[in-house]
């Protein structure tokens, strides 16, 4: 299997643009969680799927935040518009449940906004 | 508010010594905790958990220890190699079946 897989890895985006974020997770894994990386909150989850039903998203910090699971195999976090205080690393992770078991984090898009 | 904390943000130990990384926790829900490791550039990596019901749980030079009543946990790494040096993050879970929530991690230098 090739993991969770996200991209862009990296992206750069004047303010005010629109980000879209996209995550792949492992096939067969029922849970998909969206964490945000920073030096200030470490690493603070924004939302989770569970059979692609989002089931929390109080971590969204604000409406300029959204995310989907279309499917199974596919997920986005979009932000509009974007600030610089988003500027972070945001991760993707996968589980086979809704548990901490299994936990698999993707690689990351570290994201800047100038 | 944070329900789990690294006090320390970052830890210089040589190699071949101990490496002792510190994590308290606030929420007497939590019932699973879980450290991860992170290098440059790459995901979070699972390095070792406990239950709550166990106060130790060693994997190799990995050894995790937990005090409920003081609601503290520690990682202890021995010997230390400069291979593992990273970012260690302290998580914890309640029941089993929610979300992992983690401390603001602790950056590893061991120095050869």
């Known amino acids: 299997d090739a993991g969770v897989i996200q991209s862009p890895r990296h992206e750069v985006t004047e303010m005010g643009q629109e980000v879209t974020l996209r995550c792949k997770p492992i096939?067969?894994?029922?849970?998909l969680f969206w964490y945000r990386q920073t030096m200030m909150r470490g690493l603070e989850l924004l939302i989770y799927f569970n059979n692609n039903v989002p089931i929390d998203d109080s971590g969204m910090p604000e409406d300029r935040f959204s995310a989907k699971m279309p499917n199974a195999s596919f997920s986005t976090l979009k932000i509009q518009p974007s600030e610089p205080r988003d500027s972070a690393v945001y991760f993707c992770a996968s589980s086979p449940d809704r548990g901490w078991y299994g936990y698999t984090f993707g690689s990351g898009t570290r994201l800047t906004v100038v | 508010d944070q329900q789990v904390k690294q006090n320390s943000p970052s830890l210089s130990v040589q190699e071949g010594r101990i490496s002792i990384l510190n994590c308290d926790y606030t929420?007497?829900?939590?019932?699973?905790f879980l450290w991860y490791k992170k290098y440059p550039a790459e995901g979070p990596t699972f390095l070792i958990s406990i239950s709550s019901i166990k106060d130790k749980n060693e994997d190799g030079r990995f050894t995790v220890f937990l005090n409920k009543s003081a609601k503290h946990l520690s990682l202890h790494i021995v010997p230390s190699q400069p291979g593992d040096s990273a970012v260690y993050f302290c998580a914890a879970s309640e029941t089993g079946n929610t979300p992992l929530v983690f401390g603001k991690g602790t950056r590893l230098s061991v120095i050869a």
């Open positions: 929420n007497s829900m939590f019932d699973y």
């Open positions: 096939s067969g894994h029922n849970s």
